[in-house]
């Protein structure tokens, strides 16, 4: 897609952010609307820090993943030096993509067209008929090329089309606490075989929001909550215990001292008789590791944080890595990885991928209904012109003395639509 010139003077306009009058609204075209979602791809997209994969997820020298990354094709693959590199997914030559499957495990890669062919190091290694280019064809000129960054924080590899963006860590800023945490439960983590995919007739935004929003979990998960109740002895309402942080950059998140068993490391009888002793030890493990304090943060609280723009982590009763990919105003696709400690004994994992399908996945008993939430506010929105604003002011009022927010307040959603302003502008 082609992106158009910015709406002049900017869509800052579209955010109304007024704390000393207890106002933060949204206005709805920012929502539907094709054109900013052109100005988005451009501002946003093309500028910010995007997740492309986690390192595990080639884990051996050659293994490689294709994903798709702000409309660019890209291939994350590990060379025979033992470096992750991730590549643009086009030939030199004229342009093919030279990837065509999702994964696998290759030393190089031939271009179907005419058969450039390219080492798991990025070198153009192969050309057909070759001295119909002349004595002076300098190969080393044509090997595969990388986004203009890519670096990598505690496994998860990320890369900017902008190159004068700023690093990652500076980036990534308060964010990498939350990143820590996930990234701390085990010494290593690795991401389980295999994905969901699925997509929504609804605005990107609406689900970035959704993923934030501790104020929904009573009302429209309840069939969830009912089931819990059915299952766990030691049911805990998981309204209480509770916070929201704008982590700066657009980034936030939302805890919660959740009420569920978690593989890492906090045992309830969800997790089996059977699991008891290795889950707790996982949990005496921690606390040598980091001490009681930190051992109880990673162990027991629940996260849910955003990357500004695209990445989201819930790490609540498994730990799901989702990006978040717009295609339209109006669609959406969400992809999902489950992260998970390395090693850990089978039925541990097993009860850990039933309970992250039960929650968070696509057919289980949560992600179905934030999917109807924000197709229902897509329909909605068709009033756009009619009935202009959104209202994100939970909580506002706490603003002036700097919270403290829980996660049913909106401090976490206007984070990210300060940044999404601040970009727009
Ligand atoms: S386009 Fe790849 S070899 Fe021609
Ligand atoms: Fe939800």
Same mark, same amino acid.
């Given at each position: 897609m082609t992106a158009e010139p910015l709406t002049a003077p900017g869509l800052a306009h579209l955010v109304d952010d007024r704390p000393a009058d207890g106002v933060f609204r949204v206005d709805r075209s920012s929502l539907v609307s094709e054109s900013v979602f052109a100005d988005e791809r451009r501002r946003i997209f093309d500028r910010c820090w995007l997740y492309v994969g986690h390192t595990s997820e080639v884990a051996k020298q050659g293994?490689?993943?294709?994903?798709t990354v702000a409309g660019r094709p890209l291939v994350m693959w590990r060379g025979n030096d033992g470096q992750v590199r991730v590549f643009l997914n086009t030939c030199?030559?004229?342009?093919? &993509?030279?990837?065509?499957?999702?994964?696998g495990n290759a030393r190089g890669m031939s271009c179907f067209y005419h058969a450039w062919?390219?080492? =798991?190091?990025?070198?153009?290694?192969?050309?057909?008929d070759a001295g119909g280019y002349g004595e002076d064809f300098d190969r080393s000129r044509f090997g595969l090329q990388a986004p203009p960054q890519v670096a990598e924080y505690r496994g998860f590899v990320f890369c900017c089309f902008d190159p004068d963006a700023v690093s990652l860590p500076d980036y990534l800023g308060h964010a990498t606490e939350y990143l820590d945490l996930v990234a701390d439960q085990s010494p290593d983590m690795e991401v389980v075989?295999?994905?969901?995919e699925y997509s929504m007739d609804a605005n990107w935004k609406l689900f970035v929001? =959704?993923?934030?929003?501790?104020?929904?979990?009573?009302?429209?998960?309840?069939?969830?909550?009912?089931?819990?109740?059915?299952?766990?002895?030691?049911?805990?309402?998981?309204?209480? +215990?509770?916070? +929201?942080q704008d982590l700066g950059n657009g980034h936030a998140v939302i805890t919660v001292e959740g009420p569920w068993a978690r593989p890492v490391a906090r045992w309830t009888p969800a997790l089996g008789e059977e699991n008891r002793d290795y889950v707790e030890g &996982?949990?005496?493990?921690?606390? &040598? @590791?980091?001490?009681?304090?930190?051992? @109880? @943060?990673?162990a027991t609280t629940d996260r849910n944080l955003l990357i500004f723009p695209n990445l989201i982590i819930n790490d609540i009763m498994g730990v799901v890595v989702r990006t978040i990919t717009p295609t339209a105003a109006g669609r959406t696709v969400i992809a999902?990885?489950?992260?998970?400690?390395?090693?850990?004994?089978?039925?541990?994992?097993?009860?850990?991928?039933?309970?992250?399908?039960?929650?968070?996945?696509p057919g289980g008993l949560a992600t179905p209904d934030d999917m109807e939430a924000c197709e229902s506010c897509q329909l909605g929105l068709a009033t756009a012109a009619e009935s202009p604003w959104s209202d994100i002011s939970r909580?506002?009022?706490?603003?002036?003395?700097?919270?403290?927010f829980v996660a049913s307040d909106e401090i976490q959603q206007r984070a990210f639509w300060r940044q999404w302003r601040d970009l727009l502008r």
């Open positions: 293994d490689f993943r294709a994903r030199r030559h004229r342009g093919a &993509q030279l990837c065509r499957v999702p994964e062919t390219y080492s =798991n190091e990025g070198a153009l290694t192969g050309l057909p075989d295999g994905v969901h929001e =959704n993923s934030l929003d501790g104020y929904h979990l009573i009302p429209l998960h309840r069939t969830y909550f009912d089931y819990l109740k059915s299952t766990e002895d030691s049911y805990l309402d998981p309204r209480k +215990a509770t916070q +929201a &996982q949990r005496a493990q921690l606390e &040598q @590791r980091f001490g009681a304090e930190r051992a @109880r @943060r990673i999902q990885w489950t992260l998970a400690t390395k090693g850990e004994p089978e039925s541990v994992r097993a009860k850990r991928l039933d309970s992250f399908v039960t929650f968070q996945g909580g506002i009022h706490k603003e002036a003395d700097g919270g403290p």
